[in-house]
């Protein structure tokens, strides 16, 4: 603020800006930077640890995450079952035998895999029929099922089912629909 323009302040705000204008103009003396100066050298020195300091082996902070990721994982397969609806019982009654046939005349093992059994290689197999043909019955309850022949230990579709392709294993499988009751 310039000298004419402090005319325009009422006096005691006047007065005010006049006295720090003269504080600004002192220059320090020897006496003031030796005082300072004793005044640092007594007193105390930062403390160094201004918070925790963490110091963690690389193990010991792997071993932490991988805890941390298992409790995570834990809590949210508890989550997804607790709001998974529960699934309804299907009576016997309301199941349709469905025929599953393959055609393999040079097979030795044939057996059936699929959403109903689990994908299980062991758990159906197909008892060999004539012409070189493979067959196994198999009750199923309404609904739609992607599914496989396992052949000599290698998958085969159905070449007579419809295809589909699942999307999260990347394979195309065969389907089949099972309508109510037989």
């Known amino acids: 603020m310039r000298e004419h323009d402090a005319g325009n302040l009422p006096v005691g705000l006047r007065d005010a800006v006049r006295s720090l204008r003269d504080e600004a103009d002192v220059a320090p003396t020897d006496i003031w930077r030796q005082r300072l100066l004793h005044q640092l050298a007594e007193a105390p020195a930062p403390s160094r640890s201004v918070g925790l300091r963490w110091s ?22 508890v989550i997804v079952r607790r709001s998974a609806p529960m699934p309804t019982p299907v009576a016997a009654a309301s199941e349709s035998v469905v025929r599953f046939t393959l055609v393999a005349p040079g097979a030795t093992t044939v057996s059936l895999v699929g959403d109903f059994n689990a994908w299980s290689p062991t758990g159906l197999p197909l008892r060999r029929a004539s012409n070189g043909m493979w067959e196994v019955d198999v009750p199923l309850p309404p609904g739609r099922y992607a599914y496989s022949f396992v052949v000599d230990g290698r998958l085969a579709r159905d070449p007579a089912a419809p295809q589909v392709r699942d999307e999260f294993l990347g394979t195309t499988n065969s389907v089949v629909m099972v309508r109510g009751g037989t």
């Open 56 to 77: 963690v082996r690389p193990m010991m902070a792997i071993a932490a995450a991988l805890i941390c990721a298992l409790i995570g994982a834990s809590a949210a397969t």
